[in-house]
């Protein structure tokens, strides 16, 4: 089995966020509030934003 980069996993491992909340909604009836949506969006795109940084900086070298 080959190992992937970092950088490169990082952005799927967040999608665990929009999981939590949609078991939280499924099974407690939990609704999150807007800072924790906010807080989620910036997550994952400022390590969207640094894979896809690494990847250009990677391939030019």
Same mark, same amino acid.
């Given at each position: 089995?080959?190992?992937a980069?970092v950088t =490169?996993?990082?952005?799927?491992?967040?999608?665990?966020?929009?999981?939590v909340a949609i078991?939280g909604f499924?099974?407690?009836?939990?609704i999150?509030?807007?800072g924790?949506?906010?807080g989620?969006a910036?997550?994952? =795109? =400022?390590?969207?934003?640094?894979s896809?940084?690494?990847?250009q900086?990677n391939?030019?070298?």
């Amino acid at each position: 089995m080959k190992l992937a980069e970092v950088t =490169a996993l990082t952005p799927v491992e967040f999608t665990k966020l929009i999981w939590v909340a949609i078991f939280g909604f499924l099974l407690f009836g939990e609704i999150p509030d807007w800072g924790v949506w906010v807080g989620g969006a910036l997550i994952f =795109a =400022a390590t969207t934003y640094m894979s896809l940084r690494e990847r250009q900086l990677n391939g030019k070298n």
